[in-house]
């Protein structure tokens, strides 16, 4: 008791607020005293004894209330407030059970099975429960704690609500059944318009703390679950930010709690209600928790509860795992519970009234989706009553709403068609012709009120492409209609915006309205149709990329009608297109279009051995089109983006691989030995370059040719090739993995018809900055050369190689750089290639003038770095080029830039330490040459440092570099 007292009498010391006077307001003291005072108070509130607590009660609360901890700014103290404030407000009362909490029943299969023995004892300590709740009074302090716990229930703070709930739980778990009514009655005032959203999720956790403790009386369901049911689908904007998936998560806890609290006779009348609103949270809510949540829910009812219809069918179908996807929620998880007739309709409804206006456009569209796949399974309801609800909501003042209904309107038009045609019947008929002309006014009108400019013009820009491409797709008979003009105008228009989801929307509607309604059967139709061609192709020759990009896109969706008999025009233009111009250099978006509408076209007139070249893919036109796709695997463009061109070269493998699997599929005679090879060779260059992305298209590409289905022929070095790359180990390669597939694709340098191709990749590779990158090329290169270190005919092969690169590519910085870098690479970490080198001192004398070529006029350090790299490797080597090497080192001595003069006095001076024993420079002159090399200071004067570079040359025996005449 003494100690009791002291521990009591010292927290109230410290919570005088004349102490906390001392320090200023929401300082770090202040934060922290009032922390441990707290804490200190909960654990004395919690673990001493009611009559013990009972007098310090009333003194520590209106203390608390004057230190301000109940609106304190910091969070753990709120929180701890409220646990303080609800411990206080239990010693108030007796600590028992009631008697008017509601029980479901034992929950105990032993007292179960010992029957009425135990029902009798339940029942005698009911009977003395009543009788002391009659004489239990609840005083001032009392209706004080509750109202800071209600006040708690609306704190800006999840975990003070949550706190507060429990509070609620625990408080009113002890007071009599009129006050605890109140307190029930006081937590559903929350749920109002007027509440915060806070508000209405403290309340559904005090609700479900409330029901979990058998505090919630069913007499008061009929209350609480049309607010559970607002509350389910509770999703409203405030200012900028929309509110609601906290409140959702936590009526589904309100839905939980209720199926573990109540007998399932109590909770009959809302079984219809409550498993469709739990239905449409695990199927269409936004967030992930909350679709779980729901889930969740609907299993623990279907457990417990057993009386939700057909729950063990949908439960098994609506899991916990299925609902995580959203689109796979909305788009086959809705289909399959919407067989069930009790949910169909209801499912419906809520994606209309509530899911069509949704403040997210993923949401809006999906909803649409949905809608069309639930139309099927109620044509009629769909035709006579969505239909005319979306109609009106399409010329509605709010964007979300024109734009969802808009979307919702034409996937229902398209589906209720399948449905028509499958049933034989028509859709004018099922819809009605008000319906029709609703349809066709929607976009005039749109357009009469300027809603298609501006920023909400481009959601009504892509809603209304799709709703052109639906009603195409609908077959709507409105052929010969001046609508048609009005449509094409305007996908015309989408295609060429910047904005890529109306672009792509636009460009799918135009194959569907073609092919509806512009067929070209008479001669006026065949007019317009050269006419398009014509505006088309030459759209290509712009100064605006989208234009191009977006025209390129427009000519791959020519139906066969619109192309047949101007093939030969279109194709030349795409061709065009995919070429590298110094207009045109950066558009790296618009040629990989047009690379991708060419293997369209393709596919859309066939391939034909002896066709027409203004009809089909033939023999004539076939290697034009190889060789536009081989040309674009060179497009390296960089720019602010990045390295772009590999857009291209992605673009490019890929249309080689369809376009190669469908000339095999008709005759594998079109392809030629010169074409096959260089495409082999190129492909495999792609798969073992930089980018892992295109690694692994490429990858992918090169697996599928050589172990095509009929077989590719004019492989070059075909079984060698397979022998390497086997099917097994194809179909199971990560070709994305520089560690997995490098050590393979060096093994084809082994073969003259991939060796050029396979070295420019690699070597291309290893001068990259990606460390790991770097690090597997090395290996799989030094790899390579070690297991063939007694093959000179091989290394051979190999050095000429990369110098027949470094002459093709002169100053090139994409390739020369990391050529040089790999270069430098081999000689300073691998032995295998010096005697090759020594043997023949031609290699060197090329490599000098190469480097010597590449280095004039150059600025760019890192070039220069690599460049006396290999210099200062060649020195070691027992060659007569060792003078000229010194002569290009001792240019480097005195060039313009310090930095340089620095970098190779250091690297010379480390070579000669090297190689001391290789009497690089007269023996005699070693000690003074390494002197001048370390004393001297190149970053400064230049006449200074060519004063020292001159002497040192004179030491070498090599005559000093002369200054050019101007």
Same mark, same amino acid.
């Given at each position: ?12 010391r ?38 013990e ?10 203390r ?53 023995t ?53 408080v ?86 209720? $199926?573990?609290? +109540? ?5 009959? !009348?809302?079984?219809? *209600? &409550?498993? @469709?609103?739990?239905?449409? =949270? /695990?199927l269409?809510d ?55 007739p ?35 399974? $109620?044509p009629? +309801? ?5 239909? !005319?609800?979306?109609? *009106? &909501?399409? @010329?509605?003042?709010?964007? =979300? /709403? ?29 819809i ?16 009469e ?7 909400d ?50 460009l ?54 619109l ?76 720019d ?23 000339v ?56 060698e ?87 093709t590519?002169?100053k ?39 480097m ?91 006449e ?23």
């Amino acid at each position: 008791m003494s100690s009791c007292h002291n521990s009591l009498s010292t927290v109230l010391r410290l919570t005088n607020p004349q102490v906390l006077e001392k320090e200023p307001q929401g300082s770090v003291y202040d934060v922290f005293h009032k922390l441990g005072v707290l804490r200190a108070l909960g654990l004395i509130f919690k673990h001493g004894k009611r009559e013990e607590m009972l007098e310090f009660s009333q003194k520590v609360l209106p203390r608390l209330v004057a230190c301000g901890v109940t609106s304190s700014t910091d969070t753990p103290i709120r929180k701890l407030a409220m646990k303080v404030i609800q411990r206080i407000g239990l010693t108030f009362l007796k600590p028992r059970i009631m008697s008017w909490r509601y029980q479901r029943g034992s929950r105990s299969l032993a007292i179960n099975v010992q029957g009425s023995t135990s029902e009798h004892m339940q029942g005698d300590a009911v009977d003395k429960n009543a009788e002391e709740e009659d004489d239990e009074e609840v005083g001032e302090d009392m209706e004080e704690v509750i109202d800071y716990l209600l006040q708690g229930l609306k704190d800006q703070d999840t975990v003070v609500r949550w706190s507060a709930a429990k509070g609620i739980g625990r408080v009113t778990g002890r007071l009599p059944r009129e006050f605890g009514d109140e307190v029930v009655g006081a937590i559903l005032e929350l749920f109002s318009s007027r509440e915060s959203d806070k508000a209405w999720h403290g309340g559904c956790l005090a609700l479900a703390e409330l029901a979990r403790r058998g505090l919630l009386l069913p007499e008061r369901l009929p209350a609480v679950t049309p607010v559970l049911n607002r509350a389910l689908v509770y999703d409203e904007l405030k200012g900028k930010c929309f509110m609601g998936a906290n409140i959702r998560d936590a009526a589904c806890y309100l839905c939980w709690a209720f $199926a573990r609290a +109540y007998h399932p006779d109590q909770m009959a !009348p809302y079984i219809r *209600e &409550l498993a @469709t609103g739990l239905i449409i =949270v /695990a199927l269409f809510d936004r967030e992930i928790p909350c679709r779980r949540a729901g889930s969740a829910a609907f299993q623990e009812h279907v457990g417990r509860q057993g009386t939700f219809p057909h729950g063990i069918e949908i439960l098994t179908t609506v899991d916990y795992f299925a609902v995580g996807n959203r689109s796979n929620a909305f788009l086959k998880l809705s289909l399959q519970v919407a067989k069930y007739p009790e949910y169909t309709k209801a499912l419906i409804d809520h994606l209309v009234q509530l899911k069509v206006i949704h403040w997210d456009s993923a949401i809006r569209e999906l909803t649409a989706k949905a809608l069309h796949n639930l139309t099927p399974l $109620a044509p009629d +309801y769909m035709a006579k009553a969505v239909l !005319p609800t979306l109609l *009106e &909501l399409t @010329t509605s003042v709010k964007l =979300v /709403a024109r734009h969802g209904s808009i979307l919702a309107l034409s996937h229902i038009t398209h589906g209720l068609a399948l449905v028509t045609a499958k049933q034989g019947t028509s859709l004018v008929d099922l819809i009605g012709q008000d319906i029709l002309d609703g349809i066709v006014k929607i976009v005039p009108t749109l357009e009469e009120r300027k809603l298609l400019r501006g920023l909400d013009g481009e959601y009504m820009k892509q809603a209304t492409a799709v709703l052109i491409e639906k009603c195409s797709l609908a077959a709507l008979p409105l052929h010969h209609h001046e609508i048609l003009k009005v449509w094409h105008q305007l996908l015309e228009e989408c295609v060429v915006v910047i904005e890529e989801n109306i672009r792509l929307a636009a460009l799918q509607a135009l194959g569907p309205l073609w092919t509806t309604y512009f067929q070209p059967v008479s001669q006026a139709s065949l007019m317009w149709r050269d006419d398009l061609v014509v505006r088309y192709t030459a759209a290509l020759n712009t100064d605006k990329e989208i234009q191009s990009q977006g025209f390129s896109a427009a000519l791959g969706y020519l139906t066969l009608p619109l192309v047949q008999g101007k093939f030969d025009v279109v194709l030349p233009a795409l061709i065009r297109a995919t070429q590298i111009t110094p207009e045109t250099n950066t558009w790296a978006q618009a040629r990989q279009q047009a690379i991708t509408s060419i293997i369209r076209l393709v596919d859309t007139v066939g391939i034909q051995k002896d066709g027409k070249e203004s009809e089909q893919v033939c023999e004539g036109n076939l290697g034009s089109i190889y060789q536009a796709l081989l040309r674009s695997l060179d497009d390296y463009t960089m720019d602010r983006r990045g390295d772009i061109g590999a857009w291209v070269r992605e673009a490019a493998i890929t249309a080689l691989q369809t376009l190669t699997k469908m000339v095999l599929a008709k005759d594998p005679c079109l392809l030629s030995e010169e074409i096959v090879g260089e495409m082999m060779a190129r492909v495999c260059q792609q798969a073992a370059e930089r980018i892992d992305r295109t690694r692994k298209v490429a990858g992918t590409a090169f697996a599928a040719l050589l172990h095509s289905s009929p077989k590719l022929p004019h492989i070059p070095n075909v079984k060698e090739v397979e022998s390497i790359f086997p099917k097994e180990l194809c179909d199971g390669m990560n070709w994305a993995s520089e560690k997995s597939t490098f050590n393979l694709f060096m093994q084809l340098v082994d073969f003259p018809a991939y060796r050029p191709r396979v070295l420019l990749g690699v070597t291309y590779a290893a001068g990259g900055i990606s460390a790991n990158l770097s690090r597997y090329t090395s290996e799989a290169v030094h790899s390579y050369l070690s297991a063939r270190a007694e093959k000179e005919e091989v290394l051979a092969a190999f050095l000429e190689t990369l110098l027949e690169q470094l002459a093709t590519h002169q100053k090139v910085d994409r390739i020369t750089l990391p050529l040089l870098k790999t270069i430098g690479d081999l000689l300073s970490s691998s032995a295998v290639l010096d005697s090759v080198l020594e043997q023949d001192d031609s290699y060197i004398s090329r490599l000098l003038a190469l480097m010597k070529k590449e280095c004039q006029r150059c600025s760019d350090y890192h070039k220069l770095a690599a460049v006396i790299a290999v210099l200062c490797e060649l020195l070691r080597l027992s060659s007569p080029t060792t003078k000229a090497t010194l002569t290009q080192l001792a240019l480097f001595l005195g060039y313009q830039y310090p930095k340089v003069r620095a970098l190779t006095a250091t690297s010379l001076l480390t070579a000669l330490q090297d190689y001391c024993d290789q009497d690089i420079v007269p023996p005699d002159h070693l000690e003074e040459i390494t002197t001048i090399l370390e004393e001297t200071e190149w970053m400064n004067n230049l006449e200074d440092a060519r004063k020292q570079r001159n002497r040192i040359c004179d030491l070498c025996g090599i005559p000093p570099p002369q200054p050019k005449k101007k």
